[in-house]
């Protein structure tokens, strides 16, 4: 089992920047990609960014490309989302994937942070 904890939620103004934090403890070992995703109220959870975690080849959505950077520290078994140029609709709770096996199947999921921005 692997077990993540979010951090760094919060309320900002439009054009701000969060940075998120998803620290992992358990069978980390396991671990092949760890993502973000963000589910809006009302709307169907989505895929914002994921990351390898050996490799670290990132991916991104095209709505958060240029503006949001995912990093990690092997170390510290922890996964970063560096949110810029905060938008109204990037309003969500952001929740902390890690897979096992893929970039698209992810198996543990986090208790979600809340991102809220204001115009």
């Known amino acids: 089992q692997v077990q993540l904890v979010e951090s760094g939620g919060g309320l900002v103004q439009a054009g701000g920047s969060l940075r998120l934090s998803c620290a992992a403890s358990?069978?980390?070992?396991?671990?092949?990609?760890m993502g973000w995703f963000r589910q809006a109220p009302g709307k169907e959870r989505e895929f914002v960014a994921a990351i390898t975690w050996s490799g670290g080849s990132t991916y991104y959505a095209d709505s958060v490309k240029g503006r949001f950077t995912i990093s990690r520290d092997n170390a510290k078994n922890t996964v970063y989302l560096q949110m810029n140029s905060l938008k109204p609709e990037d309003t969500a709770i952001y929740y902390c994937?890690?897979?096992?096996?893929?970039?698209?199947?992810?198996?543990?999921w986090g208790q979600g942070t809340q991102v809220t921005v204001s115009s």
């Open positions: 358990g069978r980390t070992f396991s671990i092949y990609a």
């Open positions: 994937a890690a897979s096992s096996r893929s970039l698209t199947l992810y198996n543990y």
